[in-house]
């Protein structure tokens, strides 16, 4: 089954490429221990997952690019042609002149409406162009005008027009220190409206990555292509073809239903957090060997004490007792409940791997048996030079503290009115703001008393 | 790609004008090595098939034929814009951007607003039309005059008035220098003050600039070269004063390098809508997040490095040092102290070879030492990485 990609603002189009690009490589990438034949499936499956190939025998990306001004996707395009193995289809992208200024209202209440049949255009000849549809993906970022309102506003119109697809919303945080100053005014509008039209929220933040690159890869100038090749490395771990958690022998069919529906058992968790072991600079991948249940004991705890990689994690922190939950609130506790957790394993030996560890119900909360809550697609065929990674999707309460800092700040800008009239300027009133803000207290109080 | 339109308006007005034509020629020089009309130089000139005469059609790709600059030139009295006419710049200029009179506004703000701006209205309305029309998506008007004269600030602010009426959605900048304490015209408080209030209701954002604070700069500058310390590790060509090879020549017009100043300002703000970058920011971004409430549209500039080192890999003290200086009251163009008072919103503009990390350690150290104000406080970061022919051009300013 294929996926769309849909590329939203700068973010979105920059990652996008990247994204491509890694699926690319891995796909012409040596195979480690499995079979040529099951090898050669992978391919295939992925192939169609995310391609389509020309006569010619080029692959073309399955994806529409969106940006309201002509510079990122310019860049984005030559990019890919430039590297050959990969490119854009000439007539998938949308680009206007001007921008849409950090402005959420603009994106959303201005762009949206009047490019509202184009976009959707695209949109549906590359849906038809896929023999089945599997869903769609939407990359964005929370802080801009484009990927923020633009996005929110496509979302709806993709949940109005394919009301039975899957879509998984790739969201970007921004980070703490700050890129735009009404970041968190954007966000808070984007994650509300977000919520009632797409499937699961996928979030990468960007402060995690930074991090990532600068403790775990050894970069010492980070850039931002540094921190788009982690997300997209991470993206493809979890999308790449994989057995589905019954067994048997062929690729899974529909990656984003199953995830969807392994992770968001209820509409009111839908926000889901992704980690990814190991994460290592190229020049020590020769010299590091892994096993299994490190990997896995590392994961483990990286879930339960909330931690962002595998470096500084708290192994303090354990599992609380079955029994009755004490009292106070969840989020002070250092300790993460799931709801659900997905985890994706690669390599060699992975069919004899334990993964009780995982099955825990005291991860987990009280209304979900470990058996719905915990899933596993595993695949014998290495991924992206790594010979055995493991990811892990959680819907769990990762996401908790950077939502409510954020909700927080934006209230505190919101108290003094600042910056309201640009997005009046454009029809979001306040009105649409405390809307906004309702939503995502309900979420925040959810997650909190898990 | 979007095109930007100057509006120079009144002695000072051309003057800087003039310089910040030259510098953006430069720049394009610089980067452009094939001569080809790219976006870049489409945001602020025109190509123009000169063959056919002087009205030529525009010309879209394809080699530089002729280039025009979208620009208006405005001034009362001739003086100016004849030189400017009979100078290095002059076939950048269309004939028919002109409009000049003869006998001056006289520090009058009356005289330039009231009776030349009745007087004038139609034909500036006119032009500015033309000059639309050549654009394909136009996104903002640079007005660029002086607080204190007649012209500058009368006709100036009737101007800002006019583009409010005939063209709403275009965004309107004003970059206006204010008097300094020993300036020479009796009446400029008056004109200011009258000035002030059109700004404070038509513009969507004004720089502010004073003249002392550029006198200050310059001054210091020179000091650096003259006690030597610089040594060889400056490029003297490359001081934001200057804009010809030997900063030690003299200059022949006294406000040539304060003006120089200003230019490389108004270059840098526009840099991301014109070049490529890993994060951009386009002028209504900045409008967007520097303007909190509609009415404080006031934005203190300041611009790091002065000069430029022929070293091209900057060393991270450097840049650190470059950070700090940026948010200094020496390097900035106005006199004020935010520093002991309250940034609202801060935005930098980082051009060459810095990455995100750089930022972002700067911004947590300066973060340290500033208090928190009841806003919450966001600082914002964009910048271009563009690699200029001439090396590493590192010139940012928190705005």
Same mark, same amino acid.
């Given at each position: 089954?294929?996926i769309?990609?849909?590329?939203?603002?700068?973010c979105?189009?920059?990652?996008?490429?990247?994204?491509?690009s890694?699926?690319?490589?891995?796909?012409?990438?040596p195979?480690?221990?499995?079979?040529?034949r099951d090898?050669?499936?992978?391919?295939?499956?992925?192939?169609?997952?995310?391609f389509?190939?020309?006569?010619?025998?080029g692959?073309?990306?399955?994806?529409?690019?969106?940006?309201?001004?002509?510079?990122v996707?310019?860049q984005?395009?030559?990019?890919?042609?430039?590297?050959g193995?990969?490119?854009?289809?000439?007539?998938?992208?949308?680009?206007?002149?001007?921008?849409?200024?950090?402005?959420?209202?603009?994106g959303?209440?201005?762009?949206?409406?009047?490019?509202k049949e184009?976009?959707?255009?695209l949109?549906?000849?590359?849906?038809?162009?896929?023999?089945?549809?599997g869903?769609?993906?939407?990359?964005?970022?929370?802080a801009g005008?484009?990927?923020?309102?633009?996005g929110?506003?496509?979302?709806q119109?993709?949940?109005?027009?394919?009301?039975?697809?899957?879509?998984?919303?790739?969201?970007?945080?921004?980070y703490?220190t700050?890129?735009?100053?009404?970041?968190?005014?954007?966000?808070?509008l984007?994650?509300?409206?977000?919520?009632?039209?797409?499937?699961?929220l996928?979030?990468h933040?960007?402060?995690?990555?930074?991090?990532?690159?600068?403790?775990l890869?050894?970069?010492?100038?980070?850039?931002?292509?540094?921190?788009?090749?982690?997300?997209?490395?991470?993206?493809?771990?979890?999308?790449?073809?994989?057995?589905?958690?019954?067994?048997?022998?062929?690729?899974?069919?529909?990656?984003l239903?199953?995830?969807?529906?392994? $992770? %968001?058992?209820?509409?009111? /968790?839908?926000?889901?957090? &992704?980690?990814? *072991?190991?994460?290592?600079?190229? @020049?020590?991948? =020769?010299?590091?060997?892994?096993?299994?249940?490190?990997?896995?004991?590392?994961?483990?705890q990286?879930?339960?004490?909330?931690?962002h990689?595998?470096?500084?994690?708290?192994?303090?922190?354990?599992?609380p007792p079955?029994?009755?939950?004490?009292?106070?609130?969840?989020?002070?506790?250092p300790?993460?409940?799931?709801?659900?957790?997905l985890?994706?394993?690669r390599?060699?030996d992975?069919?004899?791997?334990?993964?009780?560890?995982?099955?825990?119900?005291?991860?987990?909360?009280?209304?979900?048996?470990?058996?719905?809550?915990?899933?596993?697609?595993?695949?014998?065929?290495?991924?992206?030079?790594?010979?055995?990674?493991?990811? $892990? %999707?959680?819907?769990?309460? /990762?996401?908790?503290?950077? &939502?409510?800092? *954020?909700?927080?700040?934006?209230? @505190?800008?919101? =108290?003094?009115?600042a910056y309201?009239?640009?997005y009046?300027?454009?029809?979001?009133?306040?009105?649409d703001?405390l809307?906004?803000?309702?939503t995502?207290e309900?979420?925040?109080?959810?997650?909190?008393?898990? | 790609?979007t095109?930007?339109?100057?509006?120079?308006?009144?002695?000072?007005?051309?003057?800087?004008g003039?310089?910040?034509?030259?510098?953006?020629?430069?720049?394009h020089a610089a980067?452009?090595?094939?001569?080809i009309?790219?976006?870049?130089?489409?945001?602020?000139?025109?190509?123009?098939?000169?063959?056919?005469?002087a009205v030529?059609?525009?010309?879209y790709k394809?080699?530089?034929?002729?280039?025009?600059?979208?620009?208006?030139?405005?001034?009362?009295?001739?003086?100016?814009?004849?030189?400017?006419?009979q100078g290095?710049?002059?076939?950048?200029?269309d004939?028919?951007?002109?409009?000049?009179?003869?006998?001056?506004?006289?520090?009058?703000?009356?005289?330039g607003?009231?009776?030349?701006?009745?007087?004038?209205?139609?034909?500036?309305?006119?032009?500015?039309?033309?000059?639309?029309?050549?654009?394909?998506?136009?996104?903002?008007?640079?007005?660029?005059?002086?607080?204190?004269?007649?012209?500058?600030?009368?006709?100036?602010?009737?101007?800002?008035?006019?583009l409010?009426?005939?063209?709403?959605?275009v965004y309107?900048?004003?970059?206006?220098?204010?008097?300094?304490g020993?300036?020479?015209?009796?009446?400029?408080?008056?004109?200011?003050?009258?000035?002030?209030?059109?700004?404070?209701?038509?513009?969507d954002?004004?720089?502010?600039?004073?003249?002392?604070?550029l006198?200050?700069?310059?001054?210091?500058?020179?000091?650096?070269?003259?006690?030597?310390?610089?040594?060889?590790?400056?490029k003297?060509?490359?001081?934001?004063?200057s804009?010809?090879?030997?900063?030690?020549?003299?200059?022949?017009?006294?406000?040539?390098?304060?003006?120089?100043?200003?230019?490389?300002?108004?270059?840098?703000?526009?840099?991301?809508?014109r070049?490529?970058?890993?994060l951009n920011?386009?002028?209504?971004e900045?409008?967007?997040?520097?303007v909190?409430?509609?009415?404080?549209?006031?934005?203190?500039?300041?611009?790091?490095?002065?000069?430029?080192?022929a070293?091209?890999?900057?060393?991270?003290?450097?840049?650190?040092?470059?950070?700090?200086?940026?948010?200094?009251?020496?390097?900035?163009?106005?006199?004020a102290?935010?520093?002991?008072?309250?940034?609202?919103?801060?935005?930098?503009?980082?051009?060459?070879?810095?990455?995100?990390?750089?930022?972002?350690?700067?911004?947590?150290?300066?973060?340290?030492t500033?208090?928190?104000?009841?806003?919450?406080?966001?600082?914002q970061?964009?910048?271009?990485?563009?690699?200029?022919?001439?090396?590493?051009?590192p010139?940012?300013?928190?705005?």
């Open positions: 089954m294929s769309v990609t849909v590329q939203l603002g700068q979105g189009n920059q990652v996008g490429h990247e994204v491509f890694c699926l690319c490589r891995d796909l012409h990438g195979h480690g221990l499995s079979s040529s090898s050669q499936s992978y391919r295939d499956a992925c192939r169609e997952r995310f389509w190939e020309q006569q010619s025998g692959l073309v990306a399955r994806a529409v690019l969106v940006d309201m001004e002509p510079k996707i310019s984005t395009l030559s990019m890919a042609a430039r590297a193995s990969w490119r854009y289809s000439h007539h998938s992208h949308f680009c206007q002149k001007q921008g849409s200024g950090n402005n959420w209202a603009n959303y209440s201005v762009h949206g409406p009047r490019h184009a976009i959707m255009d949109v549906q000849r590359e849906a038809e162009r896929c023999d089945r549809l869903g769609f993906l939407t990359l964005m970022s929370m005008g484009t990927g923020s309102g633009l929110a506003f496509v979302t119109c993709l949940r109005d027009a394919f009301p039975s697809s899957f879509i998984l919303n790739h969201v970007i945080w921004p703490g700050g890129e735009v100053i009404v970041q968190n005014y954007n966000s808070v984007t994650l509300s409206h977000l919520y009632k039209s797409s499937d699961a996928l979030v933040e960007n402060d995690v990555i930074h991090k990532i690159c600068a403790q890869l050894n970069i010492k100038q980070i850039s931002f292509r540094d921190v788009n090749q982690v997300i997209a490395h991470q993206l493809g771990s979890v999308f790449q073809p994989t057995h589905p958690a019954e067994g048997g022998s062929d690729y899974s069919r529909n990656p239903g199953d995830l969807v529906e392994g $992770l %968001v058992p209820h509409p009111e /968790f839908k926000v889901l957090a &992704l980690r990814n *072991i190991p994460q290592m600079p190229e @020049n020590c991948l =020769a010299f590091s060997t892994f096993s299994w249940p490190g990997l896995l004991k590392h994961l483990r990286m879930l339960i004490a909330r931690a990689m595998e470096e500084g994690i708290d192994w303090q922190v354990r599992a079955p029994g009755p939950s004490s009292c106070g609130h969840s989020s002070d506790k300790f993460n409940t799931s709801i659900a957790n985890l994706i394993l390599g060699k992975v069919h004899s791997v334990a993964l009780g560890s995982f099955q825990d119900p005291s991860l987990y909360t009280s209304w979900l048996s470990p058996q719905d809550a915990f899933h596993a697609w595993k695949t014998p065929r290495a991924f992206n030079k790594y010979e055995k990674s493991a990811a $892990l %999707v959680s819907n769990s309460q /990762f996401l908790l503290k950077p &939502l409510d800092s *954020i909700v927080g700040k934006a209230w @505190n800008m919101f =108290a003094s009115k309201i009239h640009q009046t300027k454009f029809g979001i009133e306040e009105e703001f809307d906004s803000f309702t995502l309900q979420v925040i109080s959810s997650y909190t008393t898990l | 790609m095109q930007s339109v100057v509006v120079q308006v009144g002695q000072c007005g051309n003057q800087v003039c310089r910040f034509w030259d510098l953006a020629l430069r720049e980067v452009n090595k094939k001569g009309y790219d976006e870049a130089l489409s945001s602020f000139f025109r190509n123009v098939d000169t063959r056919s005469g030529g059609p525009d010309i394809g080699k530089i034929c002729s280039l025009k600059a979208r620009a208006l030139l405005i001034d009362m009295e001739e003086g100016v814009v004849n030189e400017i006419l290095p710049l002059r076939d950048v200029f004939s028919k951007q002109l409009i000049t009179d003869v006998s001056g506004s006289g520090n009058n703000w009356a005289v607003h009231k009776l030349y701006g009745y007087q004038y209205r139609e034909d500036i309305v006119e032009k500015l039309r033309k000059t639309a029309e050549h654009c394909d998506c136009l996104q903002c008007f640079f007005i660029i005059h002086s607080m204190g004269g007649g012209t500058g600030s009368g006709l100036g602010t009737f101007v800002l008035n006019l409010e009426d005939e063209f709403p959605e309107r900048f004003v970059t206006s220098v204010y008097p300094s020993e300036d020479d015209v009796i009446t400029s408080p008056y004109n200011s003050v009258l000035a002030m209030k059109e700004l404070n209701e038509h513009a954002c004004v720089l502010p600039i004073e003249n002392e604070s006198c200050d700069i310059v001054n210091k500058i020179n000091q650096m070269i003259n006690s030597g310390k610089l040594g060889s590790t400056v003297q060509n490359s001081l934001v004063t804009s010809t090879a030997n900063a030690k020549t003299l200059q022949e017009k006294p406000f040539d390098a304060m003006n120089n100043i200003v230019a490389n300002l108004l270059l840098n703000l526009t840099s991301s809508a070049f490529e970058g890993s920011m386009d002028l209504n900045i409008s967007m997040n520097l909190p409430f509609p009415r404080l549209h006031y934005l203190v500039s300041s611009l790091t490095p002065l000069y430029t080192l070293d091209v890999n900057v060393p991270s003290r450097r840049l650190d040092q470059m950070f700090s200086d940026a948010f200094s009251r020496d390097h900035q163009l106005i006199q102290d935010p520093k002991h008072s309250l940034y609202l919103a801060c935005a930098l503009l980082v051009r060459g070879n810095v990455q995100v990390s750089d930022l972002r350690r700067n911004i947590e150290r300066s973060s340290e500033t208090s928190d104000p009841d806003i919450s406080r966001g600082i970061f964009i910048w271009d990485p563009i690699q200029r022919a001439q090396g590493c051009a010139a940012s300013e928190p705005v």
